[in-house]
């Protein structure tokens, strides 16, 4: 499901999300990277991290 979600366009909602793997999330969300930048500045500790962005490893390579 979440193939033919990302081959639609689409995009899980990450609010409610509990089975996305980790490797989906590049393709539902195109500016992740864009996102992790600024995530690392602004959270360089990594403090406001939970287990969502744990799980779906959106803070990126540390």
Do not use: C
């Not at 793997?21 to 991290?49: N, S, T």
């Amino acid at each position: 499901m979440n193939r033919i979600t990302a081959d639609a366009g689409g995009r899980v909602y990450l609010a409610k999300d509990s089975s996305l793997p980790a490797d989906a999330l590049p393709d539902m969300y195109p500016e992740l990277a864009d996102f992790q930048k600024v995530l690392r500045r602004v959270d360089p500790a990594g403090r406001f991290e939970t287990d969502l962005t744990r799980r779906l490893q959106i803070r990126g390579v540390k």
